[in-house]
């Protein structure tokens, strides 16, 4: 953190022995710029989540396809179209798992609580009402999650000689398992929503209307990629499906129980919990505003929040790594030489804790980003001409080159 913040590159050691160098905070751009023939993220996430022993069939460039052209249109552009759905799944599964009593009082595990809600919330979100409910497939989807994260987690952290092969075959058995179990119930689903699909698109009909989930507007998608998909397409999308829910799922329960813990535990004196809770009432107030994707975009300090609880505890210590591909090495703008195979990256934990970058960064301050926001604002007001102005630059997941916590770059999200 010391050459970080005095802007420096810096070698960090690691348990791989793979050789590691951090750069500053002004190289974040750089960094997420540089073409994949000269920097790879792609060469890192094949290293470091242990791909090479990992039951997954899928190929890193296919992966990337789906998620660039398939996640990127369904999710994002359809978030509107599933936002009704997320909300009635989030009511149930929160009065199910925290009750609806409030005049007694019940010890709850927050991290077990959450992880049933965001599970129940995901699987609705991605796969519709059918699995969302289904008990069975949710334990065994829970158990690919486990096993798939310590599987990455582990196997990441090893040496590649002797020790990565032999935990990654002991690992990779209870994976495949539960793999294999989760995609028996979730293939099922992608084959009858492709033919409901396709029947839709010969008859003009409106049944898909009706349904929304994500697998629906993959398939949409994925149908003006079919050329670049090979062999069985039910089976792509299942494996793909289940992946994003990895990736998904972990990341939101871990960031989820971190804001409650913040909120909750935050100094009475700054009465955050009945900001939040006015700030709530103030635009939910009828059923429908539930339903508007215009409402999550009228929540300020709640936006401020979660941003401020991702800034502290950021779920990874370092980030936007990526392998220095050419022969020859590559030279860092300050004109340091790096050699070939040397990971490049940011200490995104220490660059948010940098009291250069943020005051009092130590401190939890919820309602940070809400007065940057006013301020940015404010200042913007006169300048007509600037494309960010009006824009909300704060929102929760807005990544920025000081705020690393969804990556940054073509890797954000
Ligand atoms: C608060 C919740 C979340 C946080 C903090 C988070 C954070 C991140 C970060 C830091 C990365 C980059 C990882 C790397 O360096 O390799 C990432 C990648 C990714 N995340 Fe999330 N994420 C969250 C929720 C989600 C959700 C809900 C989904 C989808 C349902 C998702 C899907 C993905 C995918 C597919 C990637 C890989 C992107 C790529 O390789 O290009 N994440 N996430």
């Keep these: ?23 500053p905070q002004k190289y974040v751009k750089w960094l997420s710029t540089q073409p994949k023939s000269v920097l790879s993220s792609e060469a890192v996430r094949i290293e470091r989540n242990g791909v090479k022993y990992l039951p997954t069939s899928l190929d890193p460039e296919s992966s990337l396809l789906f ?16 936002q009704p759905d997320m909300y009635d799944e989030i009511r149930h599964t ?7 009593d409030v005049c007694s009082w019940r010890v709850i595990d927050l991290s077990q609580a959450m992880s049933t809600i965001i599970d129940g919330t995901g699987n609705r979100v991605l796969f519709g009402l059918s699995l969302c409910r289904n008990v069975t497939y949710l334990r065994v989807l829970r158990l690919f999650i486990i096993f798939m994260g310590a599987s990455t987690l582990l196997i990441g952290q090893l040496p590649p000689w002797v020790l990565r092969p032999v935990a990654g075959a002991l690992l990779s058995i209870p994976t495949l398992i539960f793999k294999k179990l989760s995609v028996s119930y979730v293939q099922p689903l992608v084959k009858e929503r492709m033919q409901s699909v396709n029947v839709d698109d010969n008859d003009q009909g409106s049944s898909s209307r009706k349904s929304h989930d994500f697998v629906t507007q993959s398939i949409k998608s994925a149908k003006k990629f079919r050329k670049s998909i090979e062999g069985d397409v039910s089976m792509y999308l299942a494996e793909q499906f289940l992946i994003l829910a990895f990736a998904g799922m972990a990341t939101t329960v871990a960031a989820a129980t971190n ?20 700030e709530a009432v103030s635009v939910f107030k009828s ?21 401020e609880s991702l ?23 300050d004109g340091t030489h790096v050699p070939q195979g040397t ?35 404010t200042e913007e007001a006169g300048s ?21 916590s969804f990556s940054y770059g073509r890797s954000a999200w």
Aim: with cysteine; charged share 25%.
């Design 259 to 278: 804001v409650c813990l913040d909120i909750l535990s935050a100094s009475p004196r700054i009465k955050l919990y009945e900001t939040l809770r006015l």
């Design 343 to 377: 990971w490049l990256g940011v200490p995104v934990q220490a660059m948010q804790q940098d009291e250069k970058l943020y005051p009092q960064a130590y401190e939890y301050d919820p309602l940070r980003f809400t007065r940057l926001q006013i301020t940015m604002n």
């Design 311 to 333: 800034r502290k505890n950021t779920l990874q210590s370092r980030g936007l790594l990526k392998k220095v591909m050419p022969k020859e090495g590559i030279l860092l703008p």
């Design 67 to 82: 998620i660039d052209k398939i996640v990127g249109q369904s999710l994002s552009q359809g978030l509107d179209l599933i």
């Design 287 to 307: 059923e429908a505003d539930w339903m508007s994707p215009a409402s999550i975009k009228n929540l300020p300090n709640t936006d401020s929040t979660i941003r």
């Design 94 to 100: 929160v009065d199910s798992t925290l009750g609806t």
């Design 384 to 404: 007509k001409d600037d494309p960010s102005a009006g824009k909300n630059l704060f929102d929760a997941a807005q990544p920025s080159d000081k705020y690393l």
């Design 1 to 23: 953190m010391q050459y970080g913040s005095i802007d420096r590159p810096y070698v960090v050691p690691d348990t791989t022995f793979q050789p590691q160098v951090m750069l």
